[in-house]
């Protein structure tokens, strides 16, 4: 790879955003300048109405080894507090369109901490999911200590975190951190298949969904379920709403317009 080659490849594919990372003889490392592209392509896409999923892959070897270690290396913590370069990582989690992972080789580090801001995860069975910051003498800092615990429950999170053993795909899938597990060539074309099938669905519904899901994360059980109530009472707002019953009633599929 030249240092003219892209950090990231795009495309879009009928309704579905692709972002390829690509670094691959970095293993996918997650330099500031990398994120904040990732972001802004994600933020591109979600105020397009075109594009109603986006799918994040890597490459066979690794979806992200991490955050760029040579980045961080010699730097200080005033110059890390400055820079504060994990706040590009929340206007990923801002983004409202489905996100789906394609995940293969390994999620690391800020790799498995992009994986868990992602909705849904598609792993190929060879993957690796781990934190491993201990063995650098730091900790997680793009919210892998919060969601992994909230992904997996403490036990497992707490071992993952301070032993910073990696977890097969088979057992990331058992422990909830992962949707599917596929055999790795099938990753992308599941995730695609996922996606294209999500996007042919009421894309404000999606969005609204999502929302919902999230919000479980952070607040109480009776909020929760008031926000979700007023989501879904909002939807009969939508044409969307009376296309998706009626054609239940005539017996045909729907042809949502997403509005
Ligand atoms: N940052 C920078 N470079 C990285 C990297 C990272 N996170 N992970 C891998 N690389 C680089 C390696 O330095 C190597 O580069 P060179 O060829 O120029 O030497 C190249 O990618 C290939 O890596 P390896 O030769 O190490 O490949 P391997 O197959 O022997 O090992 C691995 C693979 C076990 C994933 C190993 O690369 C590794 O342990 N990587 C670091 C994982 C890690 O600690 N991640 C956490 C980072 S900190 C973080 O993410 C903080 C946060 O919470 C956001």
Redesign the pocket.
Known sequence: MSTEDPLILTEVVDAVGVIRLNRP???N??SPALIDLVAAQMERWDADPAVRVIVLTGND??FA????????TERSAVEMYERDQ?TDWDRIRRVRVPIIAAVSG?A????C?LMMLCDIVVAGDTAQFG???I??G?????G?TQRLTRAVGKALAMDMILTGRMLSAPDALAAGLVSRVVPPEHVLPEAMKIAQQLAARGSIAARFAKECVLKAFETTLEEGVMHERRLFYMLFATLDQKEGMRAFADRRPARFEHR
Do not use: S
């Open positions: 003889k970095k293993l490392a997650l070897r690794a080894a991490g955050a760029d270690i040579d980045d961080m994990f390994f690391l580090g800020g790799g901490e934190q491993p910051e063995n650098l730091v900790i997680p800092g793009a892998g």
